[in-house]
């Protein structure tokens, strides 16, 4: 029983003594890890779990006599030439340093003492699909899963540069007869463009082409009112002449001035004046007398026709003349401008149609000139004619009316 005693107090003494020695020994240490409440600590040990610490904190001055603990990096001092800048430690809510959490800027460590590399992102999958959008399944049952590629880093669009103002381009200089004229720019291809820089020959052909031209409508709008006023005056002294019985040479004298303008009033004139100078030689109103004043009644209002179917007639021949060789005139204008286009190409050794078509198109616009000024003298010459002519053969009705009343009257007064 003393033998028990003696071994179980012995065991108790030696577990004191080993725990009062391992007190002893870490004491040191953990005094030296532990942070002085009113003194930020040296830097801890970076804890790779532990959140980055905030990089405007202050960076922590260890504690006047205090150890560093083994496998600590002490503080290095600002002012020690070629130290590296301090580490800012953790700060938490109440701004004292965190424990365990590492200095900002200081790299995760592990537990080997190096550092801990950042883990690479988890790409992104996405279930493949058939083609009628369905998952496709995998042996397992599960879904088979691919890796959805990265977008494609989307280049900056290139600014594009800004275009030059353009420069303003300088008048055409043209000559019109020895006189200096300038062109705008921007009216080198209009119509008055293209006649002053045309040739002097081709700008005789336009220029006499556009006075035939203005004289053909002159002449044309002239005859136009013409006609319309002498048909209307005709119509009306016919109904006059017909609705009276009197005898020529009464009738004659009635006729007012406006009326005595058209042609059946100068017939009309011409046989009462024959008849009164027959009958101032004597009766003629039987025998070969009769006859005799008969054709004298007729060659007078012919002769009175004619005189008159000659106003009819004036300007019919410009109006020919001109739609007859307007055209051909104008040709002659444009052969004369593309040729001298051809010499153009052939002293500039180039092709270009830049170089040929202002020529070109100061030769056509001859052509054109000439083709306005031809259609509508043909055209209206046409209508002229037949309007014309309808006329004379109304006149001619109306000369054989005319003698039928002449025959009346000599029956009416031999009776």
Do not use: C
């Not at 800048?85 to 004292?96: I, Q």
């Not at 691919?146 to 800004?162: D, G, H, K, Q, R």
């Amino acid at each position: 029983m003393t033998d028990v005693r003696f071994a179980s107090r012995l065991v108790r003494g030696m577990a004191a003594g080993a725990i009062f020695v391992g007190l002893t020994v870490a004491s040191p240490a953990v005094y030296a890890q532990t942070p002085a409440p009113a003194t930020p600590a040296a830097t801890p040990a970076a804890d790779p779990a532990a959140p980055a610490a905030d990089p405007a904190a202050p960076a922590a001055a260890p504690a006047a006599g205090a150890t560093p603990a083994a496998g600590a990096t002490p503080a290095a001092d600002p002012a020690a030439p070629g130290a590296a800048p301090a580490a800012t430690p953790a700060v938490g809510p109440d701004g004292l340093p965190v424990p365990g959490a590492p200095a900002a800027g200081t790299p995760a460590v592990g537990p080997d003492g190096l550092p801990v590399a950042a883990p690479a992102p988890t790409p992104t999958t996405r279930p493949v699909l058939n083609p009628d959008g369905t998952p496709v399944i995998g042996p397992d049952g599960q879904p088979v899963m691919e890796i959805v590629p990265p977008p494609a880093p989307t280049a900056a669009p290139t600014p594009e540069p800004t275009p030059a103002p353009p420069k303003p381009k300088e008048p055409i200089k043209a000559d019109f007869f020895g006189i200096p004229v300038l062109i705008p720019a921007d009216q080198e291809y209009s119509l008055w463009g293209l006649f002053m820089i045309a040739h002097p020959v081709v700008k005789v052909v336009m220029i006499g082409l556009a006075i035939a031209s203005i004289v053909s409508w002159a002449v044309l709008i002239s005859k136009l009112i013409y006609l319309s006023g002498l048909n209307r005056r005709t119509t009306n002294f016919l109904n006059g002449f017909r609705a009276s019985n009197a005898p020529l040479q009464d009738l004659s004298k009635s006729i007012s001035g406006q009326d005595r303008s058209t042609p059946p009033a100068a017939m009309v004139e011409a046989a009462a004046n024959e008849i009164d100078l027959t009958f101032a030689q004597g009766p003629a109103s039987t025998g070969e007398k009769r006859d005799h004043l008969t054709q004298r009644i007729a060659s007078a209002m012919s002769i009175a026709q004619s005189s008159r179917s000659a106003e009819l007639g004036a300007g019919m021949a410009f109006l020919a003349t001109t739609g007859s060789i307007a055209t051909f005139v104008g040709l002659f204008g444009t052969v004369w401008g593309i040729m001298y286009s051809f010499i153009g190409i052939a002293q500039s050794k180039s092709t270009n149609l830049a170089v040929v078509a202002p020529g070109i198109a100061e030769a056509l616009l001859a052509t054109a000139i000439g083709l306005f000024a031809a259609i509508p003298a043909v055209v209206f010459y046409n209508i002229f004619a037949r309007r014309i002519a309808a006329y004379n053969q109304r006149l001619d009705s109306f000369s054989s009316e005319l003698l039928v009343r002449v025959s009346r009257q000599l029956d009416q007064s031999a009776g």
